[in-house]
Protein backbone atom coordinates (compact mmCIF):
# COMPACT_ATOMS: atom_id res chain seq x y z
CA UNK A 1 0.00 0.00 0.00
CA UNK A 2 1.48 3.68 -0.95
CA UNK A 3 0.83 6.27 1.30
CA UNK A 4 2.19 9.76 0.11
CA UNK A 5 3.22 11.78 3.17
CA UNK A 6 3.26 15.43 2.29
CA UNK A 7 5.60 18.10 4.11
CA UNK A 8 6.19 21.84 3.40
CA UNK A 9 6.60 24.14 6.15
CA UNK A 10 8.78 23.49 9.26
CA UNK A 11 5.77 22.16 11.99
CA UNK A 12 5.25 19.33 9.10
CA UNK A 13 8.51 17.49 9.56
CA UNK A 14 7.58 16.98 13.34
CA UNK A 15 4.44 15.77 12.87
CA UNK A 16 5.25 13.40 10.00
CA UNK A 17 8.29 12.36 10.63
CA UNK A 18 7.19 9.81 13.67
CA UNK A 19 4.38 8.26 11.25
CA UNK A 20 7.26 7.87 8.25
CA UNK A 21 9.18 5.74 10.45
CA UNK A 22 6.84 3.95 11.77
CA UNK A 23 4.99 3.11 8.51
CA UNK A 24 8.19 2.31 7.55
CA UNK A 25 8.42 -1.00 10.11
CA UNK A 26 5.53 -2.39 8.45
CA UNK A 27 5.96 -4.36 5.07
CA UNK A 28 2.25 -3.71 3.65
CA UNK A 29 3.18 -0.11 3.24
CA UNK A 30 5.27 1.72 1.16
CA UNK A 31 5.50 5.63 2.20
CA UNK A 32 6.98 8.35 -0.24
CA UNK A 33 7.97 11.43 0.87
CA UNK A 34 6.70 14.84 -0.41
CA UNK A 35 8.49 17.79 -0.20
CA UNK A 36 6.57 20.82 -1.65
CA UNK A 37 9.13 23.21 -1.09
CA UNK A 38 6.63 25.50 0.99
CA UNK A 39 9.68 26.41 3.10
CA UNK A 40 12.73 27.17 1.36
CA UNK A 41 15.34 28.16 3.80
CA UNK A 42 17.68 25.37 4.71
CA UNK A 43 17.69 25.84 8.12
CA UNK A 44 14.04 25.63 7.93
CA UNK A 45 13.10 22.47 5.63
CA UNK A 46 16.81 20.74 4.37
CA UNK A 47 18.45 20.78 7.65
CA UNK A 48 15.37 18.42 9.00
CA UNK A 49 16.71 15.81 6.61
CA UNK A 50 20.04 15.93 8.12
CA UNK A 51 19.14 15.87 11.96
CA UNK A 52 15.77 13.70 11.95
CA UNK A 53 17.24 11.44 9.60
CA UNK A 54 15.07 11.38 7.02
CA UNK A 55 15.93 10.25 3.46
CA UNK A 56 16.04 12.69 0.56
CA UNK A 57 12.35 13.15 0.03
CA UNK A 58 10.85 11.11 -3.20
CA UNK A 59 9.67 13.83 -4.97
CA UNK A 60 11.17 17.88 -4.04
CA UNK A 61 8.38 19.95 -5.85
CA UNK A 62 10.61 23.47 -4.98
CA UNK A 63 7.06 25.64 -4.89
CA UNK A 64 8.92 28.42 -3.12
CA UNK A 65 7.29 31.32 -1.86
CA UNK A 66 4.38 33.86 -2.73
CA UNK A 67 0.89 35.03 -1.73
CA UNK A 68 -1.51 32.34 -0.53
CA UNK A 69 -3.22 32.47 -3.64
CA UNK A 70 0.00 31.57 -5.87
CA UNK A 71 1.86 29.69 -3.40
CA UNK A 72 -1.43 27.45 -2.99
CA UNK A 73 -1.72 27.12 -6.80
CA UNK A 74 1.97 26.23 -7.41
CA UNK A 75 1.24 23.35 -5.14
CA UNK A 76 -1.57 21.90 -6.53
CA UNK A 77 -0.35 22.37 -9.91
CA UNK A 78 3.03 20.06 -9.01
CA UNK A 79 1.38 17.65 -6.90
CA UNK A 80 -0.98 16.76 -9.15
CA UNK A 81 1.06 15.65 -12.14
CA UNK A 82 2.74 13.12 -8.50
CA UNK A 83 -0.90 11.92 -7.98
CA UNK A 84 -1.35 10.87 -11.20
CA UNK A 85 1.76 9.52 -11.90
CA UNK A 86 2.41 7.53 -8.89
CA UNK A 87 -1.50 6.93 -8.02
CA UNK A 88 -0.81 6.32 -3.84
CA UNK A 89 -3.65 4.70 -2.26
CA UNK A 90 -3.59 7.48 0.91
CA UNK A 91 -2.25 10.87 1.30
CA UNK A 92 -1.27 12.40 4.73
CA UNK A 93 -1.13 15.59 5.32
CA UNK A 94 -0.74 17.52 8.76
CA UNK A 95 -1.43 20.43 10.34
CA UNK A 96 -2.85 24.18 8.42
CA UNK A 97 -0.72 25.19 5.78
CA UNK A 98 -0.96 25.99 2.46
CA UNK A 99 0.73 22.38 1.48
CA UNK A 100 -1.76 21.00 3.95
CA UNK A 101 -4.92 22.82 1.91
CA UNK A 102 -3.07 22.33 -1.93
CA UNK A 103 -2.53 18.72 -1.89
CA UNK A 104 -6.08 17.42 0.08
CA UNK A 105 -7.93 19.12 -2.60
CA UNK A 106 -5.75 17.52 -5.45
CA UNK A 107 -5.99 14.19 -4.02
CA UNK A 108 -9.73 14.39 -3.40
CA UNK A 109 -10.64 15.28 -7.04
CA UNK A 110 -8.94 12.45 -8.19
CA UNK A 111 -11.29 9.95 -5.71
CA UNK A 112 -7.64 9.48 -3.70
CA UNK A 113 -8.45 9.52 0.13
CA UNK A 114 -6.84 11.96 2.52
CA UNK A 115 -5.62 11.71 6.36
CA UNK A 116 -5.48 15.15 8.10
CA UNK A 117 -3.13 14.49 11.06
CA UNK A 118 -3.95 17.18 13.89
CA UNK A 119 -7.43 17.80 12.45
CA UNK A 120 -10.04 18.96 14.12
CA UNK A 121 -8.28 21.85 15.79
CA UNK A 122 -10.05 25.35 15.74
CA UNK A 123 -9.36 29.24 16.77
CA UNK A 124 -12.66 30.13 15.29
CA UNK A 125 -11.05 33.13 14.11
CA UNK A 126 -11.37 32.97 10.26
CA UNK A 127 -9.18 36.21 9.61
CA UNK A 128 -6.31 33.70 10.14
CA UNK A 129 -5.25 31.86 7.00
CA UNK A 130 -4.42 28.56 8.78
CA UNK A 131 -8.23 28.03 10.27
CA UNK A 132 -9.27 28.13 6.43
CA UNK A 133 -7.14 25.47 5.44
CA UNK A 134 -8.00 23.59 8.53
CA UNK A 135 -12.04 23.44 8.01
CA UNK A 136 -11.05 23.28 4.35
CA UNK A 137 -8.69 20.29 5.09
CA UNK A 138 -10.98 18.50 7.64
CA UNK A 139 -14.11 18.66 5.65
CA UNK A 140 -12.79 16.79 2.48
CA UNK A 141 -10.59 14.46 4.50
CA UNK A 142 -11.73 11.07 5.38
CA UNK A 143 -9.48 10.05 7.79
CA UNK A 144 -9.19 12.37 10.46
CA UNK A 145 -6.10 12.26 13.14
CA UNK A 146 -6.96 14.42 16.30
CA UNK A 147 -4.40 15.42 18.50
CA UNK A 148 -7.24 15.48 21.59
CA UNK A 149 -10.43 15.37 22.98
CA UNK A 150 -11.18 18.86 22.25
CA UNK A 151 -10.80 18.73 18.47
CA UNK A 152 -13.13 15.77 18.45
CA UNK A 153 -15.73 18.08 19.74
CA UNK A 154 -14.75 20.48 17.16
CA UNK A 155 -15.38 18.19 14.23
CA UNK A 156 -18.80 16.69 15.59
CA UNK A 157 -20.44 19.90 15.71
CA UNK A 158 -19.59 20.54 12.28
CA UNK A 159 -21.18 17.53 11.25
CA UNK A 160 -18.34 15.05 10.50
CA UNK A 161 -19.30 11.37 11.12
CA UNK A 162 -17.85 10.08 13.87
CA UNK A 163 -16.28 7.15 12.01
CA UNK A 164 -13.73 9.18 10.30
CA UNK A 165 -12.33 10.41 13.67
CA UNK A 166 -10.08 9.07 15.61
CA UNK A 167 -8.47 10.46 18.70
CA UNK A 168 -4.23 9.25 18.36
CA UNK A 169 -2.47 12.53 20.37
CA UNK A 170 -0.07 14.73 19.03
CA UNK A 171 2.75 13.23 16.73
CA UNK A 172 4.84 16.43 17.22
CA UNK A 173 5.33 15.31 20.73
CA UNK A 174 6.40 11.76 19.56
CA UNK A 175 9.86 13.80 17.92
CA UNK A 176 10.22 16.14 21.08
CA UNK A 177 10.39 13.15 23.28
CA UNK A 178 12.22 10.88 20.76
CA UNK A 179 14.99 13.85 20.03
CA UNK A 180 14.93 15.34 23.59
CA UNK A 181 18.16 13.91 24.65
CA UNK A 182 20.00 14.41 21.35
CA UNK A 183 19.22 17.73 21.64
CA UNK A 184 21.14 18.07 24.94
CA UNK A 185 24.73 18.07 22.93
CA UNK A 186 23.70 21.25 21.21
CA UNK A 187 25.94 24.04 22.09
CA UNK A 188 24.00 26.75 21.04
CA UNK A 189 22.60 27.81 24.82
CA UNK A 190 26.73 28.09 25.29
CA UNK A 191 27.40 30.06 22.14
CA UNK A 192 24.91 32.49 23.07
CA UNK A 193 26.37 32.90 26.83
CA UNK A 194 23.49 31.58 28.45
CA UNK A 195 22.85 29.46 31.75
CA UNK A 196 19.33 27.10 32.19
CA UNK A 197 16.53 29.03 32.87
CA UNK A 198 18.45 32.58 33.04
CA UNK A 199 17.26 34.02 29.76
CA UNK A 200 13.52 34.26 27.67
CA UNK A 201 13.29 32.77 24.32
CA UNK A 202 11.33 34.57 21.47
CA UNK A 203 9.81 33.40 18.04
CA UNK A 204 7.53 36.03 15.77
CA UNK A 205 5.75 35.52 12.37
CA UNK A 206 1.89 35.58 12.21
CA UNK A 207 1.25 38.09 9.59
CA UNK A 208 -0.65 39.43 12.24
CA UNK A 209 1.98 40.83 14.39
CA UNK A 210 4.78 40.53 11.90
CA UNK A 211 2.68 42.52 8.94
CA UNK A 212 1.08 45.21 10.75
CA UNK A 213 3.41 48.27 11.44
CA UNK A 214 1.80 49.35 14.86
CA UNK A 215 1.27 45.68 16.12
CA UNK A 216 5.32 45.27 15.79
CA UNK A 217 6.36 48.28 17.18
CA UNK A 218 3.89 47.46 20.59
CA UNK A 219 6.21 43.91 20.63
CA UNK A 220 9.18 45.54 20.17
CA UNK A 221 8.18 47.83 22.78
CA UNK A 222 7.61 45.76 25.07
CA UNK A 223 11.20 43.44 24.53
CA UNK A 224 12.77 46.56 24.91
CA UNK A 225 11.57 47.06 28.64
CA UNK A 226 11.38 43.09 28.70
CA UNK A 227 15.06 42.81 28.08
CA UNK A 228 16.16 45.16 30.77
CA UNK A 229 14.66 42.72 33.15
CA UNK A 230 16.10 39.38 31.52
CA UNK A 231 18.38 38.22 28.05
CA UNK A 232 16.38 37.30 25.27
CA UNK A 233 17.10 35.34 22.67
CA UNK A 234 15.27 35.79 19.64
CA UNK A 235 15.83 32.99 16.01
CA UNK A 236 14.29 35.07 13.64
CA UNK A 237 11.99 33.93 10.99
CA UNK A 238 12.39 35.12 7.26
CA UNK A 239 9.65 36.52 7.58
CA UNK A 240 10.08 38.83 9.96
CA UNK A 241 13.21 40.15 8.91
CA UNK A 242 11.92 41.25 5.79
CA UNK A 243 9.04 43.46 7.83
CA UNK A 244 11.55 45.08 10.08
CA UNK A 245 13.21 46.36 7.46
CA UNK A 246 10.05 47.22 5.22
CA UNK A 247 9.28 48.92 8.73
CA UNK A 248 12.15 50.41 9.29
CA UNK A 249 12.50 48.99 12.25
CA UNK A 250 16.24 47.42 11.69
CA UNK A 251 17.76 50.13 14.26
CA UNK A 252 15.06 49.74 16.84
CA UNK A 253 16.06 46.12 17.02
CA UNK A 254 19.93 46.65 17.51
CA UNK A 255 19.36 49.07 20.03
CA UNK A 256 17.57 46.30 22.52
CA UNK A 257 19.78 45.71 25.19
CA UNK A 258 20.50 41.70 26.15
CA UNK A 259 18.34 40.99 22.92
CA UNK A 260 20.23 38.16 20.22
CA UNK A 261 19.27 37.98 17.33
CA UNK A 262 20.21 35.28 15.44
CA UNK A 263 19.34 33.26 12.22
CA UNK A 264 16.88 30.60 12.37
CA UNK A 265 18.04 27.25 13.71
CA UNK A 266 17.84 23.51 13.75
CA UNK A 267 15.66 21.52 15.39
CA UNK A 268 17.92 19.87 17.92
CA UNK A 269 19.01 23.42 18.71
CA UNK A 270 15.96 25.26 19.59
CA UNK A 271 14.93 21.86 21.64
CA UNK A 272 17.48 22.87 24.28
CA UNK A 273 16.60 26.96 23.68
CA UNK A 274 13.22 25.91 24.74
CA UNK A 275 13.52 23.34 27.56
CA UNK A 276 15.95 25.52 29.57
CA UNK A 277 14.19 29.49 28.78
CA UNK A 278 12.76 31.15 31.87
CA UNK A 279 10.13 31.50 29.72
CA UNK A 280 9.00 32.09 26.19
CA UNK A 281 7.06 34.35 23.96
CA UNK A 282 5.67 33.41 21.01
CA UNK A 283 3.03 33.59 18.59
CA UNK A 284 3.18 29.78 16.88
CA UNK A 285 1.06 27.01 17.93
CA UNK A 286 3.40 24.22 17.99
CA UNK A 287 5.28 26.07 20.32
CA UNK A 288 2.26 26.34 22.82
CA UNK A 289 2.16 22.41 22.65
CA UNK A 290 5.71 21.58 22.84
CA UNK A 291 6.45 24.36 26.21
CA UNK A 292 3.45 22.52 27.71
CA UNK A 293 5.45 19.48 27.52
CA UNK A 294 8.45 20.90 28.85
CA UNK A 295 6.70 22.33 31.75
CA UNK A 296 8.17 26.11 30.43
CA UNK A 297 5.48 28.95 30.62
CA UNK A 298 4.50 30.05 27.61
CA UNK A 299 3.05 33.81 26.80
CA UNK A 300 1.57 34.00 23.26
CA UNK A 301 0.54 36.97 21.78
CA UNK A 302 -2.43 36.29 20.28
CA UNK A 303 -6.26 36.99 20.87
CA UNK A 304 -6.96 33.69 20.20
CA UNK A 305 -5.39 29.75 19.95
CA UNK A 306 -6.58 26.74 18.17
CA UNK A 307 -4.65 24.80 20.96
CA UNK A 308 -7.16 25.70 23.51
CA UNK A 309 -6.30 22.85 25.82
CA UNK A 310 -2.53 24.32 26.41
CA UNK A 311 -4.59 26.84 28.34
CA UNK A 312 -7.00 24.34 30.09
CA UNK A 313 -5.05 22.38 31.35
CA UNK A 314 -1.27 23.22 30.09
CA UNK A 315 1.44 25.84 31.05
CA UNK A 316 0.28 28.33 28.17
CA UNK A 317 -1.58 31.79 28.50
CA UNK A 318 -2.70 34.51 25.67
CA UNK A 319 -1.85 37.70 26.05
CA UNK A 320 -3.41 41.41 24.83
CA UNK A 321 -1.36 42.71 22.51
CA UNK A 322 -0.63 45.90 24.57
CA UNK A 323 2.65 46.69 26.13
CA UNK A 324 1.43 46.88 29.81
CA UNK A 325 -0.44 43.72 29.13
CA UNK A 326 2.98 41.54 28.25
CA UNK A 327 5.22 43.24 30.69
CA UNK A 328 3.03 42.51 33.07
CA UNK A 329 2.27 38.82 32.10
CA UNK A 330 6.51 38.71 32.13
CA UNK A 331 6.51 40.27 35.67
CA UNK A 332 4.42 37.38 37.18
CA UNK A 333 6.84 34.65 35.69
CA UNK A 334 9.65 36.25 37.10
CA UNK A 335 8.16 36.25 40.28
CA UNK A 336 7.28 33.06 40.53
CA UNK A 337 3.55 33.28 39.57
CA UNK A 338 2.68 31.20 36.30
CA UNK A 339 1.22 27.72 36.28
CA UNK A 340 2.74 24.22 36.56
CA UNK A 341 0.42 22.69 33.77
CA UNK A 342 0.57 19.17 32.80
CA UNK A 343 0.54 17.19 30.08
CA UNK A 344 -2.49 16.27 27.64
CA UNK A 345 -3.73 13.23 27.44
CA UNK A 346 -2.27 10.64 24.56
CA UNK A 347 1.11 12.98 24.50
CA UNK A 348 2.97 10.38 25.19
CA UNK A 349 5.30 9.48 22.23
CA UNK A 350 3.34 6.88 20.94
CA UNK A 351 1.08 8.87 18.41
CA UNK A 352 2.85 7.38 15.26
CA UNK A 353 2.22 4.30 16.33
CA UNK A 354 -1.56 4.77 16.94
CA UNK A 355 -1.75 6.55 13.44
CA UNK A 356 -0.27 3.12 11.89
CA UNK A 357 -2.95 1.00 13.58
CA UNK A 358 -5.59 3.35 12.32
CA UNK A 359 -4.46 2.79 8.79
CA UNK A 360 -4.37 -1.09 9.49
CA UNK A 361 -8.03 -1.43 9.97
CA UNK A 362 -9.10 1.92 7.60
CA UNK A 363 -11.76 1.31 4.80
CA UNK A 364 -9.42 3.02 1.62
CA UNK A 365 -12.30 2.45 -0.75
CA UNK A 366 -12.67 6.36 -1.49
CA UNK A 367 -15.37 8.11 0.52
Not at 67 to 80: C, D, N, W, Y
Not at 225 to 234: D, G, H, T, V, Y
Not at 275 to 288: E, H, M, P, R
Request: hydrophobic fraction near 40%; glycine fraction near 6%; aromatic fraction near 8%.
Amino acid sequence: MKIALVVGARPNFMKTGPVYFELKKHSQYTPLLIHTGQHYDKNLSEIFFEQLGFPKPDVYLGVGSGTHGVQTAKIMIAFEQFLLQEKPDLVLVAGDVNSTVACAIDAVKLHIPVAHLEAGLRSYDRRMPEEINRIETDCISSMLLTPSKDADENLIREGISRDKIFLVGNAMIDSLMYFEKQAENSQTMDDLGFNKHSYALITLHRPSNVDDKDNLEIILDAFTEIAEKIPLAFPIHPRTRKQLTVFGFEDKVNKIPNLKLIDPIGYLDFLKLEKYAKFVLTDSGGIQEETTVFGVPCLTLRENTERPITIEIGTNQLVELHKNAIIHKVNEILNGKYKNGSIPPLWDGHTAQRVVQVMDTFNYSFS
